[in-house]
């Protein structure tokens, strides 16, 4: 098995290969003036199984490119199977056609990688897992809440209440319970279609005196996860942490959260940030294997 190592998941690449003792094959990127990508695979790949690790975090298209590059230079070099893995994977929120005329940008992006030459992807926490079936190709999602929840236990957070955001993440506060030995419960949301604004729906929690920990799959401007942090803390909380797989943190999301009143927030390396606390080499390296 061979690890290409794309531009933006450089040091993800590097501790899947450790993980796996896998050969990693560098890949030279360079950009034109006029923002034009360039890749050239740096060794030979030619009859192997070929593992291109990319995440498509902000600029995305740019990422996106990128990694259609990759495949499409790996396939052209006789590899025998192309898997994608994409820690955080562009587009998965347009997951269906939600408003008529609407692009489905998800499936756009998979067909691409199809004809590219990718035969499997392998993604984590994809927004919505159910979806996943309905694509060209075989996506595999992996969970990293295990891993997140592990970081809190080893922080002495057990008997913590776990609080989805969202009623759709229930599946995650119910995986982080499983190791925090402690209550699961969801904090209800509502997206407006139109806006894009969410709201929160009132739900009484049995937060009150307890550390409580919010999951949700991103977070990207940090509105959805400050409105939940106001939410816990309303109802008692004795303190509020805050988990996430995708860290985007677009516009100081992550200063606005801990203004909001959260005393902590981490995230894993999908996207590598300043809250990036947590690999999720360990879950593709498994994933890989299987
Ligand atoms: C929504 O369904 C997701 O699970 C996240 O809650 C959402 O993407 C977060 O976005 P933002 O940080 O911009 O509120």
Redesign the pocket.
Known sequence: MIILPGPASLDLANNIMLELDARLVPVFYKKFPDGESSIRIDGNVNDEKVVIVQTTSPPQDERLMQLFLMASAAKDQGAKKIVAAIPYFAYS?QDKVFLPGEAFSAKIAVDILKACGVTQIITVNA?NPVTLNNFSIPIRDVSAISLLATHFRDQSFEDSVSLS??KKGLAVAKEAATILKGPFDYIPTH?DRHTGE?SIESKPLKVDGKVTILF??????????IKAVFHAKKQGAKKVYVACVHPLLINN?KERIMQSGASGIVGTDTVPSSISDVSVAPAIAKALTE
């Open positions: 929120r927004h955001v969202g997206r969410v949700d799959d991103i977070i990207s401007s940090g509105g959805t996860m999301a």
